[in-house]
């Protein structure tokens, strides 16, 4: 019986075991957006899950919107990114690259000069991000894409991820959760264009569907997954109808043969996301969500998911694989270090001891 601890294969990709550590945005980043010697050991501390995915990384200027968020499309970058993943691999563990465009959840003082707010449609995210200071501040009115300017977004996730296989990055996440650009097109509240992007159900999954395709092609569908979140409200997400969407999405990319649907588990009303997900996507699944070491258990052992993944509990136990496999206590994650926007900040990062050392 498979359980959290044995090895499995996610397309391309070779886990030593089924722990992931969730993608987990730090805004550590250079000035330039790069990786930094602190995020460097940051990822090498943790290289005992099965598969690290990274932080939110942007493929683009205009992608980015929070302070201190690393990119992926700048020499530097890749270079920064390549230190990371060879860490990583050193200590024995594999690395995915979580991509991330914010589209309209973006704060202009958070991005280089010049650099345009954009998403599906001429509607402001309601919720409020943090600026460079750290105080919350409105997100930016976004300029509504032109259709002829949408396959240049489609392209500069290419050349992200083309980039992230050049550092040696193992494989690459699509972030459609949480309210970023790809979900802004998924959404009905977000999305209300009448071309061929938007409208139907099958037009507001075209984005998604099309970005993917395009990923695959490049880098091989073995090195892509994609993260997604059905229902959920956060960056101001009302969908219609998410089960619908959602069952369309999977459908349509379901032939693809990418590496992986990584979910965010949130509670629907009439209907389970983790249900809509195997009743309609026959790939590897990792799970995700307030899980414990037997909720992961279970999921592992019926079978129900492939891989698990955890965020806040990587925060503060960087052995979580080996506090898990030997019922170690977990430490408690200090919520006022998880973003602090200083490059070279360790306090709440790399200063977290493992359990051999407590
Ligand atoms: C500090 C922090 C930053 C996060 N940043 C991201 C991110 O960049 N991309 C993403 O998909 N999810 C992000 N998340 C969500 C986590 O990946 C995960 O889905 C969430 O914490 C729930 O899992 P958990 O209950 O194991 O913590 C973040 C969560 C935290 C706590």
């Known amino acids: 019986m498979a359980d959290l601890f044995s090895p499995v294969r996610l397309g391309d990709v070779d886990l030593a075991n089924r722990v992931i550590m969730a993608p987990m945005t730090r805004d550590r980043a250079g000035p330039d957006d790069e990786p930094t010697d602190l995020m460097v050991e940051y990822y090498r501390q943790r290289a005992s899950a099965g598969l690290i995915v990274t932080e939110g990384t942007q493929p683009s200027p205009t992608g980015k919107g929070y302070w201190r968020t690393p990119g992926i499309h700048s020499p530097a970058q890749v270079a920064g990114w390549a230190r990371v993943a060879d860490a990583v691999h050193q200590a024995g563990g594999r690395i995915a690259m979580q991509l991330m465009h914010v589209g309209r959840a973006s704060v202009r003082a958070n991005k280089a000069p010049g650099a345009e707010t954009v998403a599906p449609s001429a509607i402001a995210s309601p919720d409020p991000i943090p600026g460079p200071d750290g105080v919350p501040v409105p997100t930016e009115m976004p300029r509504a894409l032109h259709t002829g300017e949408i396959a240049a977004v489609i392209a500069e996730y290419v050349t992200a991820a083309r980039n992230a296989r050049e550092a040696g990055i ?170 602090t926007g200083h490059g070279d900040d360790a306090r709440g990062y790399t200063d977290y001891p493992t359990c051999a050392a407590d």
């Open 170 to 339: 193992d494989a690459v996440e699509l972030h459609c959760a949480s309210g970023y650009l790809p979900m802004q097109f998924l959404s009905s509240n977000s999305n209300q264009r009448a071309d061929a992007w938007g409208g139907t159900v099958a037009r507001r999954i075209r984005f998604v569907v099309e970005t993917l395709s395009a990923m695959a092609a490049a880098i091989g569908p073995g090195r892509v997954g994609l993260r997604i979140c059905p229902g959920v409200t956060f960056n101001g997400m009302a969908d219609a109808d998410p089960e619908e969407t959602y069952a369309a999405l999977l459908r349509a990319i379901d032939g693809l043969g990418l590496a992986w649907c990584h979910l965010i588990h949130v509670p629907n009303p009439g209907f389970d996301a983790l249900d809509l997900v195997r009743a309609n996507w026959s790939g590897p699944i990792i799970e995700n969500g307030g899980l414990t070491h037997d909720k992961a258990q279970a999921l592992i052992a019926s079978g129900q998911a492939d891989a698990v993944s955890f965020g806040y509990a990587y925060i503060a136990n960087p052995d979580l694989v080996e506090r898990l496999r030997t019922g170690a206590p977990l430490a408690k994650a200090d919520r006022t270090t998880f973003y």
